[in-house]
């Protein structure tokens, strides 16, 4: 009996975590999404065929998948000095220790081209979810992510 339970559980498992939703809570950052400012919290819904922007179960824009041109990431890195700061005030200490940590922010771009609508929009991603956020929409429009890091600037 418990041979069965655990062939059944392995099986039912992984479907289940496969069959989710493809959506991400990410943040917007600024582009060409109408009345959406800078900030906002936005869910990201990557299906086979469109990327939908959500807010509040209202859907503010859908781009077809096939119409996505070019897919970007890069990072904000900068210290924590205002914690460090603010820490040092308390213990000298563990504000010298902060001052070392890093943190990172995690962008996304996309730009568009369907038909004469054409638009980019730059997003921030958490930690744990930039990775899948780029893989599932690798998959769904064919296109590698560009790392704006790696590009060089020609003057």
Not at 28 to 44: I, R
Not at 100 to 110: D, N, V
Not at 123 to 129: H, S, V
Request: charged share 20%; hydrophobic share 40%.
């Amino acid at each position: 009996m418990r041979h069965l339970l655990a062939v059944v559980l392995c099986m039912v498992i992984p479907i289940t975590l496969f069959a989710g939703e493809n959506s991400y809570n990410v943040r917007y950052d600024g582009g060409s999404l109408p009345d959406t400012k800078a900030g906002t919290g936005l869910k990201m819904d990557i299906q086979s065929n469109q990327v939908r922007f959500m807010k509040d179960k209202t859907e503010i824009a859908s781009v077809p998948a096939s119409a996505i041109t070019e897919i970007s990431y890069g990072q904000d890195v900068h210290r924590r000095v205002g914690a460090a700061v603010g820490l040092a005030v308390v213990s000298f200490g563990i504000g010298g220790l902060m001052a070392l940590t890093k943190s990172k922010k995690h962008f996304i771009g996309l730009t568009w081209a369907d038909g004469d609508k054409k638009g980019g929009l730059a997003i921030q991603c958490d930690k744990g979810n930039y990775r899948g956020v780029l893989a599932a929409l690798e998959g769904v429009t064919g296109k590698k992510a560009i790392n704006s890091e790696t590009m060089t600037v020609k003057n």
